[in-house]
């Protein structure tokens, strides 16, 4: 087949090896400490992985695409032997005994995994701020882009607090891809949380249809909404890692039987024939202006090319962010029952009683956000609530996620809709606000998707006049992941989206990666 | 509507000194139970009758190789967390995988009980904090359960000589697929808990009746007949010795068509005598309490064996709200029939109701009517042959080797041998009396090369395991039956002679 990943083809070619290409993500992921980007670097199993992969090579054997690729994946997958800290003092020094479905299907493939990703406290967040080891600095906040346009040029010294957020909560695995650290990166996405940090940083994030691959292994934060999303700086790419996790997982009952075929996407795209929906809900209050003439620049480029471009109405929209809370708290209060101190994880040192002890390790193992949310999901769960919120929430869910069926069914094939409110903002900024205000505004595009179940993908598009990343959202039909990605990759190719100008100095970076024609690598 | 499948009555037993029957004054307690059909006339005392309500909550641990939502396997006594996954220990990132097996062991016992098997059943969370539970919720079947609206005949004998039985019928409200918890050991001395998981996750089927017996000797049978049908089914091995029958018991009283009253949920019943006994003194308690102007608490109490009484439980969190929620992991189990079942299905992947319905094993019911008209014995013997486990294919083998009628046959096993095995706590298996043995000596009676006085003292002898056969025991005690005239006429003499002054005696009268 094609190769997709073009370093795939420079390792088959022998162009670059996998050891080498190993050491120098290694070296990049040191020399770009300053995002934050990584909690856990497996250096040496990384190596060894590579290693491995060096000898398939010179073998004339490799196991596919992915054999040799670094890839990082975000601290809430289980991985074998690599501390799984979600973020949290609950899980500071967990190893967990077994690898998440994902994980193993990646090294099955030969993939080198080099590290865990930050992210905001068990996935609970939109800014990869609230997590137990700091946060996540987006790479563009030192981009020659972002700072010709943002950063007087008088005031260096304000560098330090002009940086701006990654968006999150897939935060880390966003700024891995965007910094060149590794070629893609696993995130999660349960309302936006690999979407939003992509767009924030000018990635291409995937969230797949719901069931298509396997949650295994991966900390929940909503089970009937977590996806495993997928993080890279192309289209194509993420097809082909969509394509090495996809399929039934006999330890996720959730996952579709149907067996999945792994698809390419055409080299040049024909979208003259399609119906794209531009759900007018989508325009929420709050959306910069920039990114509204965005958005309806992309909705002309269609136009443009033949397709048929409908507004349409998903009428239930401005319901479905109070219910996803809703939803979100009561299966957060649920998982998090587990964290008792007794099995794994924090134990507080109180042992008046059982019950004490629970208690002093849950409050010492938490961050106020996560309690938060466990408060108000039992809240939701009580016997006197249940019926009113979180029956209430689930029916409204059904009509949200009906709302998309309709759409769909009267012959719109893909929705176009912006992923975000605005560019990133600064973290000085974004503190200002708590977590929890912070959460409605940011997931309030993405969160329907995951409340539907559909697949949404996350386009990088244009630089906003600060210069940074604005991406847009393309929504398709459930298990209709290649044309989602088809139609992805043609806007793709129309926007050309510019490539981030890193700092050298800063990071003493020599790298031949960022140097070739695109930042896709493909 | 009027009390169901239950006419007794209560009344006090006997005047007490003050003070109810705490713990204190725990002992044992007549009750009577005053017919079976009709209220009673108001007591001496002046009062009205009460009647007793006695409903079921049974769990019974599914027979399956391995647990209900992990592949861990299931065994008694294994050394502690010996059979733990990482789902059982609540890993993080762990999903629930449902186990066929213990679902079709599930629909199995739906069918036993004349259920209807919800061809949609839901998983739900039910939330408490406790050691012995890992996540800190139990996957249950709140909802929908896979089966429902059931019923379970069982009978019962009206005196002690078993000779009239009557057949009652209890209403099953539904049975659900439950996960078990661990066990936690209470360390009071070193004030610790130690928790071992073996258990979590081992499969449950909760089957609740609905509240239609009236005194512990109807949950008992009631009881009883369920475990012999889930031992039948296989679907459960239903020892409650070892913790696979668990019942706990709810129990109010009141007047005759008056409202139920309050309940108590007795718990910590781990045998049928001791569940017959918990019954009948929790109503006689109650009883007690209303009588001298007490009230009765919605309340858990325990059955202390020792004490033959029950007491209140300490509450685990106080009032508990579960905060039940649908269980996202897993979609809803869907079960088929021939009809619904959709062409070109992986018959590994689906239920088949039907299928299952086609293979259920006779029923204990039907195993007896089966006994009663094959052997012409009484009904009554049937329960007593089905009641001990391997007496009924002793039985047969044994009437399958002798020409002796099972109608004596039978009289020889239930009195003789039952007997012998209940001296010396033996099962049936475990009889040093094999059914070949067995048959050859009720051979020997019935040709009467033996009389029956001597047939038992030849069993005595074959009870000593000493690998005789009762030929040779009957040969070595010259133990045989003198069919020779002029043989006895001797002995007699023989006698007569050795005792010449008593016939002397006897002689001159």
């Known amino acids: 087949g094609v190769w997709r990943f073009q370093v795939s083809a420079a390792l088959k070619e022998g162009r670059v090896g996998p050891r080498e290409l190993c050491q120098r993500c290694l070296a990049r992921i040191k020399s770009s400490g300053v995002l934050n980007a990584y909690i856990s670097v497996a250096e040496e199993t990384a190596l060894k992985q590579a290693e491995e992969s060096e000898k398939r090579y010179k073998r004339g054997q490799p196991l596919g695409v992915l054999d040799g690729i670094p890839v990082a994946v975000k601290d809430n997958f289980s991985t074998a032997g690599i501390e799984t800290t979600c973020a949290s003092n609950m899980l500071k020094g967990y190893i967990s005994p077994y690898n998440a479905t994902v994980v193993q299907k990646l090294l099955d493939q030969g993939a080198v995994l080099l590290g865990k990703t930050n992210l905001d406290e068990f996935a609970m967040g939109s800014g990869s701020t609230d997590g137990v080891f700091g946060p996540v600095r987006n790479p563009w906040s030192y981009s020659r882009q972002y700072k010709e346009k943002s950063v007087p040029k008088s005031h260096s010294e304000d560098e330090e607090c002009n940086w701006v957020i990654t968006g999150g909560s897939s935060g880390g695995s966003a700024a891995a891809v965007a910094s060149f650290t590794c070629f893609a990166a696993l995130g999660s996405d349960t309302g936006g949380s690999t979407r939003n940090p992509a767009a924030h940083c000018g ?44 399929g039934h997982d006999p330890k996720d009952s959730t996952t579709i ?28 209050p ?32 401005r319901y479905s962010i109070v219910c996803y809370h809703v939803l979100c708290t009561a299966e957060v209060a649920s998982n998090m029952a587990r964290f008792d101190g007794l099995e794994y994880g924090h134990r507080s040192e109180m042992n008046k009683s059982t019950e004490s002890m629970y208690a002093a390790t849950r409050r010492e193992g938490f961050n106020d956000v996560v309690r938060g949310r466990i408060l108000s999901g039992n809240y939701f769960l009580l016997k006197q609530n249940y019926e ?82 604005i991406g847009l959202q393309f929504i398709g039909r459930s298990f209709q992941e290649k044309q989602l990605l088809t139609v992805a990759k043609w806007f793709e190719k129309q926007v050309k989206f510019p490539m981030i100008q890193l700092e050298e100095v800063k990071w003493h970076s020599h790298d031949v990666f960022q140097h070739q024609k695109s930042a896709s690598f493909s | 509507a009027g009390v169901r499948g239950c006419g007794g009555v209560w009344r006090r037993a006997w005047q007490h000194g003050a003070g109810g029957p705490g713990p204190s004054s725990c002992g044992q307690r007549a009750v009577t139970s005053n017919g079976r059909g009709g209220a009673v006339p108001v007591g001496k005392s002046g009062l009205a009758p009460w009647v007793a309500v006695v409903g079921l909550e049974i769990h019974a641990q599914i027979s399956s190789n391995s647990k209900l939502f992990s592949g861990s396997q299931v065994q008694f006594a294994a050394p502690p967390n010996s059979l733990v996954s990482f789902f059982d220990a609540s890993l993080p990132g762990t999903l629930p995988v449902l186990n066929r097996r213990c679902v079709e062991a599930a629909v199995m016992t739906g069918l036993a009980l004349n259920c209807s098997i919800n061809k949609k059943s839901l998983f739900d969370r039910k939330h408490y904090f406790y050691a012995d539970l890992p996540a800190g919720y139990q996957i249950t079947q709140q909802r929908v359960p896979i089966a429902v609206n059931g019923n379970l005949s069982y009978s019962l004998c009206t005196d002690n000589k078993m000779s009239q039985m009557v057949t009652k019928t209890v209403r099953i409200k539904q049975i659900q697929l439950e996960q078990d918890s661990g066990k936690s050991l209470h360390d009071d001395t070193r004030s610790q808990t130690l928790v071992d998981l073996n258990r979590a996750g081992v499969g449950l089927m909760e089957v609740v009746m609905e509240p239609d017996m009236c005194c512990g000797e109807e949950a008992a049978a009631a009881v009883r007949e369920l475990q012999l049908i889930l031992q039948t089914l296989g679907s459960s091995q239903a020892v409650m010795a070892e913790g696979q029958l668990r019942v706990d018991a709810n129990v109010s009283v009141h007047h005759p068509g008056e409202p139920y009253g309050v309940r108590t949920e007795v718990k910590n019943i781990n045998s049928i005598r001791f569940l017959a006994k918990a019954v ?103 329960f007593t042959l089905l009641n001990e486990d391997g007496l009924t294919e002793f039985f047969e083998n044994v009437v399958k080797q002798t020409q002796m009628k099972p109608k004596k046959v039978i009289g020889w096993i239930l009195n003789i041998l039952l007997s012998h095995l209940k001296q010396h706590s033996l099962t049936v298996k475990e009889s040093p009396v094999t059914s070949v043995l067995m048959a050859d000596l009720l051979n020997l009676v019935e040709k009467k090369e033996i009389s029956s006085t001597a047939a038992k003292q030849v069993l005595a002898e074959l009870w000593k395991g000493e690998g005789k056969t009762p030929l040779e025991i009957v040969k070595e005690k010259k133990l045989e039956l003198i069919q020779d005239q002029k043989e006895l006429e001797e002995i007699c003499q023989a006698v007569i002679d050795g005792q010449e002054n008593e016939v002397i005696m006897m002689v001159l009268g």
């Open chain 1, 257 to 284: 039987q149907d067996n999945f075929k792994p698809f390419e996407l055409p080299d040049s795209p024909d979208v003259s024939k399609l119906s794209i929906g531009i759900p007018k809900e989508y325009q929420a």
């Open chain 1, 203 to 246: 990635v291409v994030g995937l969230k797949p249809t719901y069931g298509l691959i396997s949650r295994h292994g991966l900390i929940p934060l909503v089970n009937s909404m977590d996806v495993p999303g997928i993080l890279t700086r192309c289209v194509d790419d993420a097809a082909v890692v969509l394509g090495s996790l996809a």
């Open chain 1, 286 to 317: 709050g959306l910069s202006s920039e990114i509204l003439a965005l958005w309806s620049k992309a909705a002309d480029l269609f136009k443009n090319a033949g397709a048929k471009v409908t507004e349409v109405s998903l009428p239930h929209t």
């Open chain 2, 280 to 382: 009948d003194y929790e109503i006689q308690r109650q009883i007690e309490e209303l009588e001298n102007g007490g009230t009765i608490l919605n309340e858990t109490r325990a059955f202390d064996s020792k004490l033959g009484c029950t007491v209140p439980m300490r509450d685990k969190e106080g009032k508990q709200d579960y905060r039940f929620m649908p269980e996202p992991n897993l979609p809803p189990l869907i079960l088929y029939d021939a009809k619904s079942l959709p062409a070109n299905t992986n018959h590994q992947q689906v239920v088949n109701i039907d299928w299952i319905h086609e293979r259920l094993p006779d029923l204990p019911s039907v195993k007896r009517a089966k006994l009663v008209e094959q052997y012409g014995i009484l009904p009554e013997h049937s």
């Open chain 1, 388 to 469: 009113k919120y979180f029956i209430k929430a689930q029916k409204v869910r059904r009509l949200i996620a009906n709302d998309f069926l309709k759409v769909f069914g009267s012959g719109v094939d893909i929705l176009l809709t912006p992923t975000t409110l605005s560019d990133a903002v600064p973290h000085a900024e974004f503190i200002k606000e708590d977590n929890r205000t912070r959460s409605a505004q940011d997931d309030i595009l993405t969160q329907a998707a995951n409340m539907a179940g559909l697949p949404a993908i996350n386009v990088p598009t244009a630089l906003s006049e600060r210069g940074l990343p």
